[in-house]
């Protein structure tokens, strides 16, 4: 109950593309819901983050959506650029200091 | 410093030794985590220290890690006698206070290979 599932694992996408990254969760006491962008040999840098009283944030290209019903949240990247090839990680925490991170997705945007 | 502060970047060291990782958090940030990625996974909790409060040491893999923090700041992550499954990424994070809504700012590790 306490992990949160990320895919896909990896994408391809040309540049202008909007690739989704997805999250799901069970824990219904989670009440917070980070991005993390990490490039090769970084530390993960925090990009959105969203609460479960809206169903969407933006943020320049980058867009979270929320289900709160569905359980799940994703990312949107609009108008995708090879710079923004790099390694994405949703979280989740519940009022506390323990983010539950899932497993990663590898994307590459093709110029 | 302006970020998080990790130190060395890269460690390589045989099978048997102690390592320490050093990781110097943001300035006036009270909390402090470590973290674990291993080659293609998530980021794997293994400690968090909040002010003077005890640490959370629950997701410290076995008896042979250990952390400390000193003075509230500098925090040292210590793993005896290493072994190969130790090889990862170590990840230091701090925060401004101890509330999952407080972001968790990264540092860029250090890279551990046991040989």
């Known amino acids: 109950q306490q992990q949160v599932k990320q895919s896909p694992q990896s994408l391809i996408v040309q540049k202008g593309g909007i690739p989704i990254i997805n999250c799901a969760y069970e824990?219904?006491?989670?009440?917070?819901f980070p991005w993390y962008q990490q490039f090769p040999g970084k530390g993960p840098a925090l990009l959105i983050a969203?609460?479960?009283?809206?169903s969407e944030k933006k943020e320049g290209r980058f867009t979270i959506s929320f289900n709160k019903s569905a359980k799940q949240f994703s990312l949107h990247i609009m108008d995708s650029q090879p710079g923004d090839s790099a390694t994405y990680f949703c979280?989740?925490?519940?009022?506390?200091?323990?983010?539950?991170f899932g497993t990663g997705t590898r994307l590459k945007v093709l110029a | 410093g302006a970020g998080v502060s990790q130190s060395p970047s890269n460690k390589v060291t045989e099978k048997g030794k102690d390592v320490e990782l050093r990781c110097d958090p943001i300035?006036?940030?009270?909390?402090l985590y470590w973290y674990r990625q291993s080659l293609g996974q998530g980021l794997e909790f293994l400690i968090y220290?909040?002010?003077?409060?005890?640490?959370?040491k629950s997701g410290l893999p076995s008896d042979r890690f250990s952390a400390e923090r000193t003075g509230g700041s500098v925090s040292t992550l210590t793993i005896q006698r290493t072994q190969q499954e130790d090889s990862a990424v170590y990840l230091c994070a701090s925060s401004l206070d101890g509330t999952g809504s407080t972001s968790q700012h990264f540092g860029d590790g250090t890279r551990l290979s046991i040989l």
């Open positions: 220290f909040q002010g003077n409060s005890a640490p959370d």
């Open positions: 969203i609460r479960p009283d809206v």
């Open positions: 979280a989740a925490s519940k009022g506390t200091y323990k983010y539950i």
């Open positions: 300035s006036g940030h009270t909390a």
């Open positions: 824990n219904t006491a989670f009440d917070y």
